[in-house]
């Protein structure tokens, strides 16, 4: 049973455009949405986070939407620039638990 | 600061065999778990641990076994390897939070991939 559902799977966009990721979940007790970015090789790092008490967070090129109603959040990245491609995941927990329940991870690339 | 260290980076092992994937941390994290990523299912939590000889399965414990006789040390056992097991894991850690007011930042290792032929 998916908890987090993330789309799309892969993504490509050209340099200087906006990416965008979404996810949806399903149990409103989550209360903490965190996205992760991973490089290949790599292990997932985090990258930004949200509550639900706003609506947007802003770090950057990089913007969490949150639509707590809809039971969904995206993540923007603005000006994409090619050393952002990478695979993001999308996570949700409650506030307070270290157990992370992950979404299914897009690969973004980011053409010249 | 090392970080998190997993070992091997790379297995290739046949069905029915039985080996270790290790993972050390040096941040003195409570919280270790381990991970399995797959194409197209994300990152699953097979099994985590709050401390040293506390452990608790996740989402897709079968086939996997765990134990935390250190802070430090958080090993994954495959008892009988399966090819189903064939994928990239991953050891993470964090600080406790036990409920209290505190976001969850997972660090994460490099990764071991595994293959069962």
């Known amino acids: 049973q998916q908890q987090v559902k993330q789309s799309p799977q892969s993504l490509i966009v050209q340099k200087g455009g906006i990416s965008i990721i979404n996810c949806a979940y399903e149990n409103t007790a989550f209360d903490y949405f965190p996205w992760y970015q991973q490089f290949p090789g790599k292990g997932p790092a985090l990258l930004i986070a949200?509550?639900?008490?706003?609506s947007e967070k802003k770090e950057g090129r990089f913007t969490i939407s949150f639509n707590k109603s809809a039971k969904q959040f995206s993540l923007h990245i603005m000006d994409s620039q090619p050393g952002d491609s990478a695979t993001y995941f999308c996570?949700?927990?409650?506030?307070?638990?270290?157990?992370?329940?992950f979404g299914t991870g897009t690969r973004l690339t980011i053409i010249p | 600061n090392a970080g998190v260290t997993q070992t091997p980076k790379f297995q290739v092992l046949k069905t029915g065999q039985s080996m270790t994937l290790q993972c050390a941390q040096d941040?003195?994290?409570?919280?270790m778990s381990w991970y399995r990523q797959d194409p197209g299912m994300g990152l699953r939590l097979i099994h985590y641990s709050v401390g040293a000889g506390i452990t608790d399965q996740g989402e897709v414990p079968n086939g996997y076994n765990v134990s935390r006789s250190t802070t430090e040390d958080f090993p994954l056992r495959l008892l009988s390897a399966a090819p189903s097991q064939t994928s990239v894991y991953f050891c993470?850690?964090?600080?406790?939070?036990?409920?209290?007011?505190?976001?969850?930042?997972?660090?994460f290792g490099a990764g071991s991939r595994l293959t069962v032929l």
């Open positions: 949200i509550r639900p008490d706003v």
């Open positions: 941040m003195n994290h409570e919280y």
């Open positions: 993470a850690s964090s600080y406790l939070l036990a409920g209290y007011s505190g976001a969850n930042v997972l660090t």
């Open positions: 996570a949700a927990s409650l506030w307070g638990n270290e157990k992370l329940t």
